[in-house]
């Protein structure tokens, strides 16, 4: 794979995917999972393949785009098992919060790959900023105590989406606490540094951005793609280690959780932060795009994800 482009100068992007209408509500979560605890994993999953076939059926924009990714990642015009594969997943991937916000990740086979930087960090009481993507599950996270890390999460969200999280976790198990850092306000950045120095994870999803962030145009899958310049302005302001984290669904019960090391800021100063966030985004977008195409039916970014760069181009 070629080394992927980048034009870092600050971009004011419009959010398609922030305009998207939820489907969901807190009635149909709060059913799902009283279906999903009283019969079972393996019952309950029958349903998600009838939800699947809804999705494919009657959200054409959807279908549509995901038409668009498959055929990019694929490299051949995706057939309709592919698009009910690929919305299959992404249901797999929703209906299993219900089990891991319930602390049932005893159901789970879950394989955890290059985490001993991580647990070094965790050992040392050392806070980390963890740099995910909609691409598999994030929630997986919530098993790394089983697996001997013994590690806080705090997530790092814009504020809608923390509301929105909030209210799922509500529907879903109303003791389930998440540690959620909204983005936004005064404090958010005291609030990240408190947590990191207290030797917690923090989370972030560094591929969308809303449209009061920066961006930078980076080549993704052959064409150019924006991604949000704030995660890595936080990364450098906090002088911390940053991790690529993907947890990637590989069917059934099974999850693979992926930690890389991206970037160390700690020798951060004001004339090399720049090029430091440039080389830590250019690293960052390659890997996505690696476990991407190893994992083409878990990327979850439903819209045109190459929309603002390809429309710029055009002008």
Known sequence: MSRPSVDVSTRRVQAEWAQK??????????????????LGRRTARVVLWLI????????PTARRESRNWLQRVLGRRPSIRDLLRHFFTFASTIHD?????????????????????IRACVARGEGVLLMGAHLG??????TLGRHGLGARVAMVMYEENARKVNETLAAINPAAHQDI???????????????LDDGSLVGILADRSLDQDGTAAVDFFGS????????????????RP???????????????????????FSTATRDNRSEMQRVALLHYVGRLEHYARSAPYNWFNFFDFWQSARSREAR
């Open 242 to 264: 940053v991790f690529l984290m993907v947890g990637l669904y590989r069917g059934g019960n099974r999850y693979d959780l992926h930690f890389e090391q991206i970037a160390d």
């Open 52 to 59: 699947a076939t809804y999705f494919l059926a009657f959200s």
């Open 181 to 195: 850092i909204p983005l936004g306000r005064l404090e958010s950045m005291l609030q990240v540094k408190e947590r």
């Open 21 to 38: 209408p939820e489907r969901s509500n807190q009635a149909t979560l709060r059913l799902m999972t009283c279906i999903s605890l009283r």
């Open 97 to 117: 919060r219900v089990y891991l916000v319930n602390d049932r990740d005893d159901l789970f086979d879950i394989h955890i790959h290059g985490g001993e930087e």
């Open 137 to 142: 599950s994030f929630e997986v996270l919530r």
């Open 224 to 239: 150019a793609a924006d991604f949000p310049l704030g995660p890595w302005r936080m990364a450098a302001m906090m002088k």
